[in-house]
């Protein structure tokens, strides 16, 4: 049976991801449940499944009402601010999708808040807010050290990995990727593409994690480049990975 992954658009730029095999559905971070109650409908799909990355509203809004209308299972961190009948998983915990034929694996990943999780297999990684195309999470809750382990951890994987990052904050993320590295070509022509894309109403997600790796410049903190950029923009000596990511997570804060 093959599988679809497909976005739902929620709010102004969040996307619902829902897994599907034209039966059943899992769905990631239903923030609300409107649209994704109209595409389980218009779709004929039975939820099985909800996955939840963190405790946002924009995340777990939609939980309430799903459960009052499917008898699905919802995955979410331990976290007290997360009150709906939940089964709480951990690092390396799996979660077996059965209907779907589909393990996915969690890792712990704070920074953006303290309990954020990802979910991941061989072929595909849910990051939630953790990681965004060309860019990251605003560091509401984790210390900058957190931050770097967590994204250290994505970095990791495996290339080939499909990212499903839960908002549509591309184009923004590549104005401040270029601000830092305004000749960088790749950047630019991958700006061009999502430019086009969002013009079209086209998500720019997902994205390739490798694609990631050698371009956003929040998985770069590690790099002599990267390290002398922020440390010219922020007027500052750089002597760690975390003193590069916390500089660059600043100047994107007031970008
Ligand atoms: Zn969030
Ligand atoms: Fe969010």
């Known amino acids: 049976m093959s599988l679809h992954i497909k976005p739902i658009s929620a709010f102004e730029d969040n996307y619902i991801w829902v897994i599907h095999n034209n039966k059943t559905a899992v769905l990631v971070d239903p923030g609300e449940a409107p649209p994704a109650l109209n595409f389980l409908k218009k779709n004929n799909l039975k939820l099985t499944d909800i996955l939840i990355t963190h405790h946002h509203y924009d995340h777990i ?29 951990k690092e390396n915990d799996l979660i077996n999708l059965s209907d779907l034929g589909v393990e ?44 770097v382990d967590s994204l250290h951890k994505l970095k990791q994987l495996p290339d080939g990995l499909m990212v499903y990052c839960t908002h549509e904050y591309t184009l923004s993320n590549l104005a401040f990727a270029l601000s830092l590295e305004p000749k960088y070509q790749a950047l630019l022509k991958y700006q061009d593409k999502v430019a086009n894309l969002r013009q079209l109403q086209q998500p720019s997600l997902p994205t390739l994690l490798q694609f990631e790796k050698s371009m956003n410049p929040f998985l770069r903190f590690d790099t002599p480049s990267i390290q002398k950029i922020i440390s010219e923009k922020a007027q500052t000596t750089i002597n760690s990975d975390v003193d590069c990511f916390a500089h660059m997570r600043r100047l994107k804060d007031i970008f």
């Open 61 to 89: 809004n939609g939980v309430e009402d799903l459960l009052a209308m499917y008898a699905c299972t919802v995955y979410a961190p331990k976290d007290h601010r997360i009150t709906f009948n939940h089964e709480p998983v």
């Open 104 to 147: 996915l694996k969690v890792t712990e990943t704070p920074g953006h808040t303290l309990s954020h999780i990802c979910y991941h297999n061989s072929d595909w990684l849910f990051c939630g807010d953790t990681l965004f195309s060309m860019g990251c999470g605003r560091m509401f809750e984790g210390t900058p050290e957190q931050f």
